[in-house]
């Protein structure tokens, strides 16, 4: 495993680009509601 807060900024955040487009989708398959612009 590594540390990712020894990544650098562009690859933390392509990582939360990643997480939370997969929040998003796993919302998205059990039909709860979302929201695009919560933090």
Known sequence: ???LAN???DEKD?????LAAS???YKERLG???DL???
């Open 14 to 18: 392509k990582l939360n680009t990643d």
């Open 23 to 25: 929040g998003i989708a």
């Open 7 to 9: 990544q650098p900024q």
């Open 37 to 39: 612009y919560e933090t």
């Open 1 to 3: 495993m590594h540390n």
């Open 32 to 34: 709860l509601p979302y």
